[in-house]
């Protein structure tokens, strides 16, 4: 039996979702931006499922903009900043290199660029408040790390700049990576409030190629490229409306169950947790990290480990799949939560969906037992 633990890298498309892609293909074939009769359909369906998603997010639906996904997203808001004059950025030391990518780039423009340290996967408000300055423009700090699942406490952080804010009577955008974070833990846009927060379809059973920026107040948001002025001048090129239908189905299917889904990959998370450490292994995660993801310290090798899991028929990850294509990235991301280095090559990530079940944890504990006993 084929077991798939690497939902944190990309979930499998729902039967929903691609029954949406497929029915908007075929009725909806329009281009939203054109004036005749199926240009007008296909854009009244792309703002009824505009609205629909934003409903379940429970915010309004011109904060809400279609993209390709959240590195698409993240660019979008970290491009705009060329607009503006240089002044200080902050993120955290574990955020995903669609957001650290932007470091160098920044800098090359004049930008001063500021690491908020995240130990055990936690940004310190206090440190966050020494490293804020009066030219701070943007605050980056993503809600659920993708390595370890630990989850930052976003309203303080929140609170802890506009408190800063009022110093200087100007406004810091805060941004946050939401992608691991929509529909697997209690996440509220509105109460967190942020500036920004980016998500993709595949990690919540959607496709790939779609994804979605929230922005409070699109009309202080310039984008680099507007392109066709499509998405009401934020996000130009014509829009993706199948894979948008497939992804809101996707979003409702998660927000729908939520509440369910969390109890039960809790209950898994934490018996593979007891397995993992009845055998020797360290769990990085900690206790309150999200339950779909787990990362542990195996006693081989991180990639050593991940083939004899896969011979046995289970896809796990040495780390992030996006850093994977970077040496060393995963082991940084690590390594910035204070994780020594001859810990953090032998992590081994497991990541869980909403279709997991305890059955496969069942038979990945037993793989596990399987492997410690040289079987």
Request: hydrophobic share 40%.
């Amino acid at each position: 039996m084929d077991l798939y633990f690497d939902n944190a890298a990309t979930t499998r498309l729902s039967d929903k979702a691609l029954e949406a892609y497929i029915r908007t293909e075929k009725e909806f074939f329009g281009n939203p931006s054109s004036v005749h009769r199926e240009g007008i359909k296909a854009k009244k369906e792309l703002e009824r499922i505009r609205e629909s998603i934003a409903s379940a997010l429970s915010i309004p639906s011109a904060s809400l903009f279609f993209t390709s996904g959240a590195t698409e997203s993240i660019s979008a808001v970290f491009s705009s900043l060329l607009f503006n004059e240089p002044g200080r950025i902050i993120i955290s030391s574990i955020e995903h290199e669609a957001v650290s990518s932007w470091i160098p780039i920044l800098k090359h423009h004049g930008w001063d660029a500021a690491v908020l340290k995240a130990r055990g996967g936690k940004a310190d408000p206090e440190e966050l408040k020494a490293l804020l300055t009066p030219d701070t423009k943007l605050v980056a700090i993503m809600a659920v790390n993708n390595v370890t699942g630990a989850r930052e406490d976003i309203k303080e952080l929140v609170n802890t700049v506009r408190e800063y804010e009022k110093r200087g009577n100007r406004r810091i955008f805060f941004f946050s990576d939401s992608v691991q974070a929509l529909g697997k833990i209690p996440y509220d846009i509105k109460a967190l409030g942020i500036d920004g927060a980016s998500f993709s379809g595949h990690k919540i059973n959607g496709p790939r190629g779609i994804g979605m920026l929230y922005l409070r107040n699109p009309s202080s948001f310039r984008p680099l490229a507007p392109a066709g002025g499509q998405e009401k001048g934020k996000r130009g090129g014509t829009e993706n409306l199948p894979a948008i239908a497939a992804l809101e189905q996707a979003v409702l299917s998660w927000t729908g169950s939520f509440s369910s889904g969390y109890e039960r990959i809790g209950s898994i998370n934490r018996d593979i947790r007891i397995a993992l450490e009845e055998l020797g292994m360290e769990v990085l995660s900690p206790e309150d990290a999200s339950p779909y993801i787990i990362s542990f310290v195996s006693p081989l090798p991180s990639e050593v480990y991940v083939r004899m899991l896969s011979d046995k028929g289970i896809a796990a990850s040495s780390g992030s799949a996006c850093s994977n294509n970077a040496k060393g990235e995963g082991e940084k991301i690590l390594m910035g939560m204070g994780i020594k280095s001859s810990k953090a090559r032998n992590a081994v990530r497991i990541s869980f969906s909403g279709d997991t079940d305890a059955e496969s944890a069942a038979a990945f504990i037993k793989a596990i037992k399987e492997i410690s006993n040289g079987q």
